[in-house]
């Protein structure tokens, strides 16, 4: 029951190619957002759309995965779980990030590839 304390599972398409960094130590990770959407009826019976994005982080073999196979528009399934950090900008204010630490992806589409 434990790994169901903080788990997140997304279906969606990245938004742009991932950004891949390198950190002091040497360790890859790569960087890239998500964007999944949600269709529902509204109360005037129209089809709503809407979009959500997310940031997503990758680290190791599953960032070689992600650098190597996936680009703007690609469609994939991610596992993870979610990361808050906090950091203070230009003017001192504080600011929240949050991001999904992948751990497990499933690409769909065309060529697909497990990781």
Do not use: C
Request: net charge positive; proline share 1%.
């Amino acid at each position: 029951m434990y790994s169901l304390r903080n788990k997140v599972q997304l279906i969606g398409n990245l938004g742009k190619s991932p950004d891949v960094k390198k950190t002091e130590t040497g360790k890859k990770l790569v960087k890239f957002s998500l964007a999944t959407d949600e269709v529902y009826t509204n109360l005037k019976g129209e089809k709503v759309k809407e979009t959500q994005w997310h940031n997503l982080i990758a680290w190791g073999k599953v960032a070689d995965l992600a650098e190597k196979y996936l680009s703007k528009g690609s469609e994939v399934a991610v596992e993870g779980k979610l990361i808050t950090k906090d950091y203070t900008d230009k003017e001192g204010n504080k600011r929240f990030v949050t991001e999904v630490q992948v751990n497990e992806m499933l690409f769909l589409g065309s060529g697909k590839v497990n990781a």
